[in-house]
């Protein structure tokens, strides 16, 4: 009678045994298998992006920098609107070798399905301007690139305001203070770079008060100076602006409000100037 209890205890403890042992291993398949899954899907390929042109619209402020090869350098200041329906219209300012007009045109664009442009307006000095272009952060910036045989021009837009809607800006929304960096060239200094701070106090919503301190490098050759002057913006978010230096120049100015005040691009005025640069809030 032992032996009968002995074996058939023996019996069920093998038995458990194995319904513990196929237990752990289905557990522990079904972990590999979530594991497998996950690290699957952490390596997918990202989703391609899809854009059309009512992603790249808007109105747009933006810079470009660049050289017409054999020239001289070529500076941009300004804004585009981009319509849903491919339309296109353009206000900046553009420097070529130190000459500054105010370029006004219209023209056309188109965006394709992977999120890359094209288009193009026409000039009265340059005949038809055309460009190629990435849109990036859902539709908030294109990066730009000028196609033009003989011109080497890129830069950035930023989008100030929603398609079928008008900038709206003053200078309660530049006030404040400001760091800021400069580079290019003025008439008897080929190779200028300038870091620096400046603030802004309003006198109305259109105009206001300059001040800054900077450190300029002329051809290698660092000196600091102090600035005063006076702004004006326009609805646009376009503006322009004017200031004496410590070291007796008095300096003239274009400028492009973008992000809401957060970001302004700068562009040198004078003739034979061709300076640009980025002013970022810092207060």
Same mark, same amino acid.
């Given at each position: 009678?032992?032996?009968?209890?002995?074996?058939?205890?023996?019996?069920?403890?093998?038995?458990?045994?194995?319904?513990?042992?196929?237990?752990?291993?289905?557990?522990?398949?079904?972990?590999?298998?979530?594991?497998?899954?996950?690290?699957?899907?952490?390596?997918?390929?990202?989703?391609?992006?899809?854009?059309?042109?009512?992603?790249?619209?808007?109105?747009?402020?933006?810079?470009?920098?660049?050289? +017409?090869?054999?020239?001289?350098?070529?500076?941009?200041?300004?804004?585009?609107? !981009?319509?849903?329906?491919?339309?296109?219209?353009?206000?900046?300012?553009?420097?070529?070798?130190?000459?500054?007009?105010?370029?006004?045109?219209?023209?056309?664009?188109?965006?394709? *399905?992977?999120?890359?442009?094209?288009?193009?307006?026409?000039?009265?000095?340059?005949?038809?301007?055309?460009?190629?272009?990435?849109?990036? *952060?859902?539709?908030?910036?294109?990066?730009?690139?000028?196609?033009?045989?003989? +011109?080497?021009?890129?830069?950035?837009?930023?989008?100030?305001?929603?398609?079928?809607?008008?900038?709206?800006?003053?200078?309660?929304? +530049?006030?404040?203070?400001?760091?800021?960096?400069?580079?290019?060239?003025?008439?008897?200094?080929?190779?200028?770079?300038?870091?620096?701070?400046?603030? !802004?106090?309003?006198?109305?919503?259109?105009?206001?008060?300059?001040?800054?301190?900077?450190?300029?490098?002329?051809?290698?050759?660092?000196?600091?100076?102090?600035?005063?002057?006076?702004?004006?913006?326009?609805?646009?978010?376009?503006?322009?602006?004017?200031?004496?230096?410590?070291?007796?120049?008095? +300096?003239?100015?274009?400028?492009?409000?973008?992000?809401?005040?957060?970001?302004?691009?700068?562009?040198?005025?004078?003739?034979?100037?061709?300076?640009?640069?980025?002013?970022?809030?810092?207060?």
């Amino acid at each position: 009678m032992k032996r009968i209890i002995i074996a058939t205890f023996s019996f069920c403890l093998t038995i458990g045994l194995f319904v513990v042992a196929g237990n752990q291993f289905s557990h522990h398949n079904t972990a590999r298998a979530q594991a497998d899954q996950a690290q699957s899907e952490n390596h997918a390929p990202p989703q391609r992006p899809r854009c059309s042109n009512r992603t790249a619209s808007g109105t747009y402020g933006y810079r470009m920098n660049g050289t +017409i090869i054999g020239l001289g350098p070529f500076l941009v200041n300004g804004y585009f609107v !981009h319509n849903p329906d491919g339309t296109t219209r353009i206000h900046a300012y553009g420097t070529i070798n130190g000459q500054i007009d105010l370029v006004e045109a219209t023209g056309t664009f188109t965006t394709n *399905d992977d999120c890359t442009g094209t288009g193009k307006f026409l000039t009265p000095a340059l005949g038809f301007i055309t460009y190629y272009f990435v849109v990036t *952060d859902g539709g908030n910036q294109l990066d730009i690139l000028n196609t033009n045989p003989g +011109i080497a021009l890129q830069g950035v837009g930023r989008r100030i305001a929603l398609a079928g809607r008008r900038p709206n800006c003053d200078s309660r929304m +530049i006030a404040g203070h400001y760091s800021y960096r400069l580079e290019g060239n003025i008439p008897g200094v080929p190779n200028l770079a300038s870091v620096g701070y400046f603030t !802004h106090t309003p006198y109305d919503r259109v105009n206001g008060k300059m001040s800054a301190f900077d450190t300029n490098s002329f051809n290698g050759q660092i000196l600091p100076r102090s600035s005063q002057g006076t702004f004006k913006i326009n609805s646009d978010c376009t503006g322009t602006g004017n200031y004496g230096d410590s070291l007796g120049n008095t +300096i003239n100015y274009v400028f492009m409000v973008v992000d809401g005040g957060n970001q302004i691009y700068l562009q040198g005025a004078d003739p034979g100037t061709n300076v640009h640069g980025l002013a970022t809030r810092s207060q």
